[in-house]
């Protein structure tokens, strides 16, 4: 079945720092591609998606790349800040099955200290 | 409405007793999703409802866990019996329809407490 594999954190970094956090996938059919977050006190809200292979998503500086040939999806930013500090989720959808649910990977948590 | 809106926020009970958690999606958005966030467990897909059928259950824990969707507006789920393992946030979203092509949107979550 369907499945999404994320790095364990926690990741703690400091401020300006490179963050990179990886994310594979196992899906039959054509998946559609997120970054969720979750920041402390809130609910889960879009980060970035990506629909076909190659397609890069961005937003609020994080960037991650939709790559078919080794089925990752992994999240960068080239400069971290403290309100960068959240719960990170990568999730997959497939267009075959359309309906079913997104499934998340189980999350990873970046701290980022000034 | 605006957004996703679950109720309770937060419910403490004590094992052994049944528990509805409510949730208002955004209104026109005809998929509504179930998940359950534990700690060191990720989001845990529970059910997800196309309008006011639920195609796909598969994710429901146990019978003790059931839901329902009337109107193809506002979803309960129910847990009976709760037990102690039941204790999470309960976390509901909608998107305007299957997820294979729309982004979900998430409620603030139900963190349920099972004493």
């Known amino acids: 079945g369907n499945s999404v594999t994320q790095m364990e954190g926690p990741v703690t970094l400091s401020e300006e720092a490179f963050l990179t956090i990886n994310c594979t996938y196992t899906?039959?059919?054509?998946?559609?591609l997120f970054w969720y977050v979750q920041y402390p006190g809130e609910g889960l809200q879009l980060l970035l998606k990506?629909?076909?292979?190659?397609d890069k998503g961005s937003n609020k500086g994080f960037e991650a790349t939709y790559r078919k040939e080794t089925t990752s999806f992994h999240l960068e930013k080239g400069s971290v800040q403290v309100s960068d500090s959240a719960v990170y989720f990568c999730?997959?959808?497939?267009?075959?099955?359309?309906?079913?649910?997104?499934?998340f990977g189980k999350g990873t948590t970046l701290s980022v200290s000034s | 409405g605006a957004g996703v809106s679950q109720s309770p926020s937060n419910k403490v009970t004590e094992k052994g007793k049944d528990v509805e958690l409510r949730c208002d999606p955004i209104?026109?958005?005809?998929?509504l999703y179930w998940y359950r966030q534990s700690l060191g467990q990720g989001l845990e897909f529970l059910i997800y409802?196309?309008?006011?059928?639920?195609?796909?259950k598969s994710g429901l824990p146990s019978d003790r866990f059931s839901a329902e969707r009337t109107g193809g507006s506002v979803s309960t789920l129910t847990i009976q019996r709760t037990q102690q393992e039941d204790s999470a946030v309960y976390l509901c979203?909608?998107?305007?329809?299957?997820?294979?092509?729309?982004?979900?949107?998430f409620g603030a979550g139900s963190r349920l407490t099972v004493l």
């Open positions: 990506a629909t076909k292979a190659d």
């Open positions: 209104s026109g958005h005809t998929a």
């Open positions: 899906a039959t059919g054509y998946p559609s």
């Open positions: 999730a997959l959808s497939d267009l075959t099955q359309a309906g079913t649910a997104l499934i």
């Open positions: 409802f196309q309008g006011n059928s639920a195609p796909d």
């Open positions: 979203a909608s998107s305007l329809q299957g997820a294979g092509a729309n982004v979900l949107t």
